[in-house]
């Protein structure tokens, strides 16, 4: 029990871990490559292709370290991530499965709450009670409205088109079974 929770060795070797995955997020956008070796980086001709969730999960771990650490650039690196996501959402409201992190090009512009992007949800919503930032309620609110307005149909969330709201893919994922429980913690039961 020396230092836990909240100093100590294992403090140490997440501010370690986190330090190595930085790198990662050394794009233009702000928005980290999907992958990174923890030795060497970012591989050499590493696709600059990422899912969502790949791009907006990180702000729970990132900002709970900041806070323990007293180093503010793991939650600001994070929100980095989360506002370059946000900036590029559709005009009517919507993100995309895959994103270019060089160029914020969507590259699947397939829109859901399933793979892919789920965790983006439960992390804006998280990440909001968590760290106390409302912008990133903001965020869920505004977001869960498209949700609602475009994909949601007869109360299964089915995949449409970011642009136009068009249903794509007229089926329900295992992954969006998470949606009821964000929503409840948003005080919707």
Not at 16 to 45: C, I, K, S
Request: include cysteine; hydrophobic fraction near 40%; charged fraction near 20%.
């Amino acid at each position: 029990t020396n230092g836990w929770p909240c100093t100590g060795p294992l403090l140490s070797l997440a501010e370690d871990v986190v330090q190595r995955l930085l790198p990662a997020f050394d794009t233009p956008t702000g928005m980290p490559y999907g992958t990174v070796n923890l030795r060497h980086g970012v591989p050499e001709g590493e696709t600059p292709i990422t899912c969502t969730a790949g791009v907006g999960t990180y702000i729970v771990e990132f900002g709970a370290l900041s806070r323990l650490t007293g180093n503010p650039i793991y939650e600001e690196t994070a929100m980095r991530a989360m506002r370059a996501l946000w900036h590029h959402r559709s005009t009517i409201g919507l993100l995309g499965n895959h994103i270019d992190v060089l160029k914020g090009k969507w590259t699947a512009v397939e829109a859901g709450i399933g793979a892919g992007v789920d965790s983006y949800y439960e992390y804006l919503v998280k990440g909001a009670s968590l760290l106390q930032r409302p912008e990133l309620m903001t965020m869920f609110k505004e977001g869960r409205e498209a949700v609602e307005q475009y994909l949601n149909k007869d109360d299964w969330h089915f995949w449409v088109n970011m642009k136009n709201g068009q249903v794509t893919m007229p089926l329900f994922q295992n992954l969006e079974a998470f949606w009821p429980g964000t929503l409840s913690k948003v005080g919707d039961i």
